[in-house]
């Protein structure tokens, strides 16, 4: 990876590095006093202030402050990034054209700029996620209990999708739902619908088991399964089956 860094450029030594990453396609930062101004679907200004401006050359832009992980205003993929220097200020702007959206920082002084000629690594493996669950689940049904039988995945029901269906070793019909984090209420209400949609398929008596598969519950999702008479079993999804 190449990189190049400039500490505290004029707005000229600044305007021309990124005029030369913009046409290598490098993830540019650029790091000052800057205001911002937003105009397209509803408008924005944000004052005078410390603030971090990344760029990317698939044309993303976003504005970051001190505080949180969310952008305070940033730009979408397909924009395209232009620079200038007017009126004693570097101004960057990055435009889209449908719908027609301007985001415009304009830094009074730059302290620090940056660009990397980033390559690979845009495929990123989920590990733990729900599919992975619901593989584990169907290759080793005995992670819901022993004897369970999986018949389907993403079953269709009147609910919806149900993540795995089978029945129990006394053939009892059995919808699993699979979460792979600690889980609330909704996740508990969510099972009992499935549930219901099953009984109504199912001939008058049928008794349909409610599993919920997940790392943990809170107390009130554990109140509402017991409330429903389902049951929970904890399965941590990024487990490995050989540990």
Not at 33 to 44: H, I, L, Q
Not at 102 to 109: E, G, K, Q
């Amino acid at each position: 990876m190449t990189a190049t860094t400039l500490h505290e450029p004029s707005h000229r030594e600044a305007l021309w590095e990124l005029e030369a990453a913009f046409e290598r396609g490098d993830v540019v930062t650029l790091f000052g006093t800057c205001t911002v101004e937003y105009d397209g679907r509803a408008a924005s200004s944000l004052g005078p202030g410390a603030r971090l401006l990344v760029l990317k050359p698939d044309g993303s832009a976003l504005v970051h402050t001190d505080e949180g992980r969310t952008p305070v205003n940033w730009q979408p993929p397909g924009s395209e990034h232009r620079a200038a220097v007017r009126d004693g200020r570097l101004r960057v702007r990055s435009v889209r054209t449908t719908p027609a959206e301007t985001l415009d920082v304009r830094f009074s002084a730059v302290d620090h700029l940056a660009a990397y000629g980033v390559t690979g690594g845009r495929d990123v493996e989920v590990v733990g996620s729900e599919a992975d669950l619901k593989e584990r689940i169907v290759a080793d049904p005995s992670l819901v209990e022993a004897g369970f039988e999986p018949l389907a995945t993403e079953r269709e029901s009147e609910a919806g999708h149900i993540d795995v269906f089978g029945r129990d070793a006394e053939g009892r019909p059995v919808v699993v739902e699979l979460k792979r984090r600690r889980v609330g209420p909704d996740a508990a209400g969510q099972l009992a619908r499935y549930v219901n949609a099953i009984e109504r398929e199912e001939p008058d008596g049928t008794e349909v088991r409610g599993v919920l598969v997940a790392p943990s519950v809170t107390d009130r999702a554990r109140d509402l399964l017991a409330e429903e008479e389902l049951e929970h079993v904890a399965v941590d999804p990024a487990a490995s089956d050989d540990e």
